[in-house]
């Protein structure tokens, strides 16, 4: 499909979606317009049935900068200013839609990646950043909390100490550290970004979709469980999955020693 956007850009090949955060002069921050069609990108993507894999990076120099201050909507000055309203009409729609899509997930971080763009990233199943990519909490420079799922993430992914240090001190954090601390998945030369990530999309893609779906909403499920609770939903699962056809062509494939090929039901 030709993208109809003018702040994000849409491209699809391979069941693959490729989603581009596109202000390169602004390094691809936000504002109200991209914020709506991002939207609508990500409905699209979730009502087309021929996706099977998403993903998410930015053009130019930078993945993500965060919100651009220069948006009126978040321009200080004003009494009648909610950058709570921000994050509950765009933000939080934004990620939980990114959470809810019923395919894999990846995140092609491209270059520097600060504020809600630092966080935008962990929503995704997989993370590949560029050796020259880097991570900041910048939101303390101005005052404020680490947002889109920031307080959430870092804790669990890099522990509390380093979480805090993050988000008090605002230091960038280089990519090769983010995979070393646990945040990212890999860290990649930067002319092999695109092809790694295009080759880990058509991998998952090509899989077993429904059962890629269930791993992360187990994994997310776990981290607020108990181990019995976890070990129960493991079981109603692996119940669901074990009747789906994708296992039984994955069982047949292994017996026949042959590639299987997964149709995601």
């Known amino acids: 499909m030709a993208s109809p956007y003018e702040n994000v850009r849409l491209d699809v090949a391979e069941a693959v979606a490729t989603l581009t955060l596109h202000r390169p002069d602004r390094l691809n921050s936000f504002t109200v317009?991209?914020?709506?069609?991002m939207r609508d990108a990500l409905d699209r993507i979730a009502a087309d049935r021929t996706l099977r894999c998403l993903v998410l990076t930015g053009a130019g120099r930078g993945f993500c900068a965060g919100q651009d201050l220069a948006d009126r909507a978040v321009a200080p000055g004003s009494d009648a200013l909610d950058l709570g309203a921000s994050i509950e009409n765009?933000?939080?729609?934004?990620l939980m839609r990114l959470r809810s899509l019923r395919m894999p997930t990846i995140c092609a971080v491209n270059g520097v990646a600060a504020g809600a763009g630092a966080n935008i990233p962990f929503a995704c199943d997989l993370v590949i950043a560029a050796q020259s990519a880097s991570f900041v909490q910048s939101f303390s420079k101005l005052g404020l909390v680490p947002d889109?799922?920031?307080?959430?993430?870092l804790p669990r992914l890099a522990g509390p100490a380093r979480a805090m240090g993050l988000a008090l001190l605002g230091d960038k954090l280089p990519a090769a550290q983010a995979e070393a601390w646990g945040l990212i998945w890999r860290c990649v030369e930067d002319d092999e970004l695109m092809p790694t990530t295009m080759a880990a999309a058509r991998q998952l893609a090509a899989g077993p979709t429904?059962?890629?779906?269930?791993t992360r909403q187990a994994m997310e499920a776990a981290m607020m469980l108990p181990f019995e609770a976890?070990?129960?939903?493991?079981?109603?699962?692996?119940?669901?999955l074990g009747?789906?056809?994708?296992?039984?062509?994955?069982?047949?494939?292994?017996t026949e020693k042959r590639a299987p090929r997964f149709t995601g039901q």
Not at 33 to 37: G, N, Q
Not at 90 to 94: A, C, G, L, N, T
Not at 230 to 240: H, I, K, P, S, T
Not at 243 to 254: L, S
């Open 210 to 214: 429904h059962g890629y779906v269930r």
């Open 243 to 254: 009747r789906t056809a994708d296992y039984r062509e994955g069982v047949t494939a292994f």
């Open 90 to 94: 765009f933000y939080k729609p934004m």
């Open 33 to 37: 317009a991209m914020h709506e069609e």
């Open 148 to 153: 889109c799922g920031g307080t959430w993430w």
């Open 230 to 240: 976890a070990l129960d939903l493991e079981r109603d699962y692996q119940r669901e």
